[in-house]
């Protein structure tokens, strides 16, 4: 009898129990969350993610969930065919970072976007089979996840497979982009894809990926392998034999996800966590923190002349450095030490005459001792903290809005063109405006140099902020921002990340600025001092959790987009 009674309870409280975990209810979208929060570029991503982590899954499970959500939802930037880099953070205060930024494939060459005269073929690093680098994206989530998930892995794939497969309705945005890119994406994809479409795309239109879920079901199934190895393997390189590609079955079979040591660093009182080369990005963000630590920034006020002058300034400085001395480390000795150095960085901008422009023209890059020395000539972002308090800041990208615009044949998804990123040739900008020599030019299986930016800020050796965005060269100069707009301006985390944003990157020599930033007065004295004020449109589309002092995590999603905060 007791038997059958307890059989009988326990059969519906194991019911309950499945049924309470495959449909959890209690995310919700918010400003403010108890326990755990996902932010990111769309508001189905970010309840996949809060639903990993109400499930029990920990911030790594969640970002492998929204990492594949993701690239179904978010085309532009969210991808199996990128890469990109994360920093994670647990809740005991041990940090890592993974780079799985995409690698030049072995037969990749120097002048391999030159023509005979050695001058660069319009378009051919960006628009084309060959403009793509082998992707780093599946590796990264399954080096991720073997290091730091606590959930089957085929569970974080369920999701993106069943939204591939059963479609979701798109938003505004995304039928006006969708439209926008036809043209592009018919031209590199004369037999169709996914995207394609006669009719215009509008808002609610349904988007299945049929071939995406498949692809997905792999991954679901055999891990890295599902992409690196077998058919969708042999699907990359026949697109690549479609048009001039150059990757190989080797070249994809080879790429691996590498664990970095952080670039970490004082700022006051919080400590900076964030990525190494072969991004620039935590070594400049810390660069610029440092430069301006000693100035009364907060006391200045947020955009005031002054701040805009003293910020500016650091970054004409830092970004000069950037193109001589930033590239991959496994190729080029970074001087990581002397860029990442209080009294350097300090010291300099003591010299730097605050009241006027500097002119670019005027700042080479510092020379370090033993280092080399000539002179030359659409991302997206997420961050997720646990109840348990684990944290993640993501960037991963295919670089410019739907990558190359190539579409892998039978696999479903859109190839990066992040061989841009590379220095094409010393002195010619990339397609954000970026220079570059030796340090980054094109050599077999190196990563290009890139901006991106994931950082994690601790306060009195606790976890503070999580915060990243897309933006190309306007990364880092938009994590700084938001930075200071927490810690010297006292914003709340949706105030620093709605607040209008600037940037500088040595050259071209002007200050780029969002409709509503810099008032007028302050752009005339500006004007007058000798910054050259360059109107634009948004700038980055930054995913900020702050924790407040009760514990709680304050979101900022970027009203620059769809983004979304979901939480519980
Ligand atoms: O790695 C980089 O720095 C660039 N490929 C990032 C591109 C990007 O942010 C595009 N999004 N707006």
């Given at each position: 009898?007791?038997?059958?009674?307890?059989?009988?309870?326990?059969?519906?409280?194991?019911?309950?129990?499945?049924?309470?975990?495959?449909?959890?209810?209690?995310?919700?979208?918010?400003?403010?969350?108890?326990?755990?929060?996902?932010?990111?570029?769309?508001?189905?991503?970010?309840?996949?993610?809060?639903?990993?982590?109400?499930?029990?899954?920990?911030?790594?499970?969640?970002?492998?969930?929204?990492?594949?959500?993701?690239?179904?939802?978010?085309?532009?930037?969210?991808?199996?065919?990128?890469?990109?880099?994360?920093v994670y953070r647990t809740h005991q205060g041990e940090y890592n970072t993974l780079d799985f930024r995409e690698k030049a494939p072995h037969r990749a060459d120097k002048d391999m976007y030159l023509d005979d005269q050695k001058n660069p073929i319009e378009d051919l690093s960006l628009y084309s089979e060959l403009a793509s680098g082998v992707p780093g994206s599946v590796a990264g989530m399954a080096e991720a996840h073997s290091k730091y998930g606590t959930m089957e892995w085929s569970e974080l794939l369920k999701p993106s497979i069943e939204l591939a497969k059963n479609g979701f309705k798109i938003t505004k945005r995304q039928a006006k982009e969708f439209n926008h890119y036809q043209k592009r994406f018919k031209k590199l994809n004369p037999s169709g894809a996914a995207i394609i479409k006669d009719d215009p795309w509008v808002e609610g239109d349904l988007f299945i990926q049929t071939e995406l879920a498949e692809t997905l079901v792999r991954i679901g199934e055999f891990g890295a392998d599902g992409f690196y190895k077998g058919e969708t393997a042999e699907l990359i390189v026949q697109q690549m034999q479609q048009g001039n590609g150059i990757i190989t079955l080797e070249d994809l079979e080879s790429y691996e996800a590498i664990w970095r040591e952080p670039i970490v660093g004082d700022y006051k009182n919080y400590k900076i966590i964030s990525m190494p080369p072969p991004s620039s990005g935590g070594v400049a963000l810390l660069a610029l923190l440092q430069s301006v630590e000693p100035l009364p920034i907060s006391s200045w006020g947020f955009q005031s002349d002054s701040t805009v002058r003293a910020m500016v300034e650091a970054e004409r400085r830092i970004y000069a450095d950037r193109a001589m001395h930033l590239g991959d480390p496994d190729f080029f000795d970074v001087p990581v030490e002397q860029l990442v150095n209080k009294n350097f960085n300090m010291e300099r901008m003591k010299q730097v005459d605050l009241?006027?422009?500097?002119?670019?023209?005027?700042?080479?890059?510092?020379?370090?001792?033993?280092?080399?020395?000539?002179?030359?000539?659409?991302?997206?972002?997420?961050?997720?903290?646990?109840?348990?308090?684990?944290?993640?800041?993501?960037?991963?990208?295919?670089?410019?809005?739907?990558?190359?615009?190539?579409?892998?044949?039978?696999?479903?998804?859109?190839?990066?063109?992040?061989?841009?990123?590379?220095?094409?040739?010393?002195?010619?900008?990339?397609?954000?405006?970026?220079?570059?020599?030796?340090?980054?030019?094109?050599?077999?299986?190196?990563?290009?140099?890139?901006?991106?930016?994931?950082?994690?800020?601790?306060?009195?050796?606790?976890?503070?902020?999580?915060?990243?965005?897309?933006?190309?060269?306007?990364?880092?100069?938009?994590?700084?921002?938001?930075?200071?707009?927490?810690?010297?301006?006292?914003?709340?985390?949706?105030?620093?990340?709605?607040?209008?944003?600037?940037?500088?990157?040595?050259?071209?020599?002007?200050?780029?600025?969002?409709?509503?930033?810099?008032?007028?007065?302050?752009?005339?004295?500006?004007?007058?001092?000798?910054?050259?004020?360059?109107?634009?449109?948004?700038?980055?589309?930054?995913?900020?959790?702050?924790?407040?002092?009760?514990?709680?995590?304050?979101?900022?999603?970027?009203?620059?987009?769809?983004?979304?905060?979901?939480?519980?």
């Open positions: 009898m007791i038997k059958k009674l307890t059989a009988i309870w326990i059969i519906p409280l194991f019911l309950w129990i499945q049924c309470g975990t495959d449909n959890p209810k209690e995310v919700y979208e918010a400003e403010v969350f108890e326990q755990a929060a996902v932010v990111t570029a769309h508001p189905i991503a970010s309840k996949i993610g809060a639903e990993i982590l109400e499930k029990g899954g920990n911030a790594v499970d969640a970002a492998v969930a929204v990492k594949f959500a993701l690239a179904v939802v978010y085309p532009n930037a969210g991808n199996l065919g990128g890469g990109g880099f994360l009241t006027q422009a500097t002119p670019s023209k005027e700042v080479r890059a510092t020379y370090f001792p033993g280092y080399y020395y000539e002179e030359p000539e659409e991302t997206t972002h997420f961050s997720i903290v646990d109840a348990a308090g684990n944290a993640i800041s993501l960037t991963t990208t295919i670089n410019d809005s739907y990558g190359s615009g190539v579409w892998v044949k039978g696999a479903g998804f859109l190839l990066n063109n992040e061989m841009d990123d590379f220095s094409i040739k010393p002195g010619t900008p990339n397609m954000y405006g970026l220079l570059g020599g030796v340090a980054n030019a094109i050599e077999p299986n190196k990563r290009m140099l890139s901006a991106m930016t994931p950082t994690i800020v601790e306060k009195d050796n606790e976890l503070f902020m999580v915060v990243g965005t897309p933006g190309g060269s306007t990364i880092i100069t938009s994590v700084f921002q938001t930075i200071l707009n927490v810690t010297e301006f006292g914003m709340t985390a949706k105030e620093s990340v709605e607040a209008p944003r600037f940037h500088h990157q040595w050259k071209p020599d002007r200050i780029d600025v969002e409709e509503s930033a810099i008032d007028s007065s302050t752009r005339a004295a500006l004007n007058q001092a000798g910054y050259n004020i360059h109107p634009r449109g948004a700038i980055g589309r930054v995913e900020a959790i702050v924790v407040q002092k009760d514990g709680k995590l304050q979101v900022g999603a970027d009203p620059r987009g769809d983004d979304a905060a979901y939480g519980f």
